[in-house]
């Protein structure tokens, strides 16, 4: 059991210092967000020392929050959050890249958390892909079966249990085809594809699925220069 017991601190203690270089943070002491964020169609506000993240109730579209960066493939992100109510659905970790055209929105991968499960996705030549038409072609519901089986290992599911109310801290990192997730010290899992391996991210997002959902101390690290 020490054994065991080594092996996890160890992998815990490299998981947390492979990313020693700070790039940007946010413990939103200020109300009011800084102006390096940016929004799309957010309703979100910052109050009382957190991100309080809100879709609007008319909004087509889920909050976005969002931080531009320069362009960088190795990046880790870290988040404290919690689901306030039941009403939280999830939240979504995206890392984008606005000036790549061949997916849509320039969507590079994916973290999405909800209560019981951290999903893992690669967009760029996964389901936002605009290659050849497949995003049209799924908005579309025309997908053949080739194309839903590829799509399917485009992501992967990885089952957990959050507590409501309570607060947990997030860190996703994408170190070449690879993202790795870890909530409270814990190692959820990782998921390797090729898109993931965009060498430009620049664009790390939190978007709010819909409500009834806090962040605290954001920050975005890279690999040591």
């Known amino acids: 059991m020490k054994f065991l017991l080594s092996i996890f601190l160890i992998s815990t203690a490299a998981f947390a210092t492979e990313y020693p270089r700070v790039i940007f943070s946010d413990d939103f002491a200020a109300d009011g967000f800084g102006k390096a964020w940016g929004h799309y169609k957010s309703a979100s506000v910052v109050k009382g020392g957190v991100l309080v993240g809100i879709t609007a ?69 996964g389901g936002f892909d605009l290659t050849g038409g497949l995003y049209d072609r799924k908005k579309a519901n025309q997908l053949t079966d080739a194309e839903k089986k590829m799509l399917a290992a485009k992501a992967s599911r990885h089952a957990t249990k959050l507590s409501l109310q309570e607060w947990h801290t997030l860190v996703v990192q994408t170190l070449g085809d690879e993202m790795t997730v870890m909530i409270d010290g814990k190692a959820i899992g990782s998921f390797k594809s090729a898109g993931i391996s965009h060498e430009t991210k620049s664009l790390i997002s939190l978007t709010t699925n819909a409500v009834d959902v806090e962040y605290d101390d954001f920050s975005i690290k890279g690999l040591a220069k």
């Open 57 to 125: 109730p008319t909004s087509d579209h889920s909050a976005v929050d969002h931080i531009r960066i320069t362009g960088e493939q190795n990046l880790a992100v870290s988040v404290k959050f919690r689901f306030v109510s039941e009403k939280a659905k999830s939240f979504n970790v995206w890392f984008d890249d606005k000036n790549y055209k061949g997916s849509h929105a320039g969507h590079i991968c994916q973290a999405s958390i909800s209560p019981t499960g951290v999903n893992l996705a690669d967009a760029k030549t």
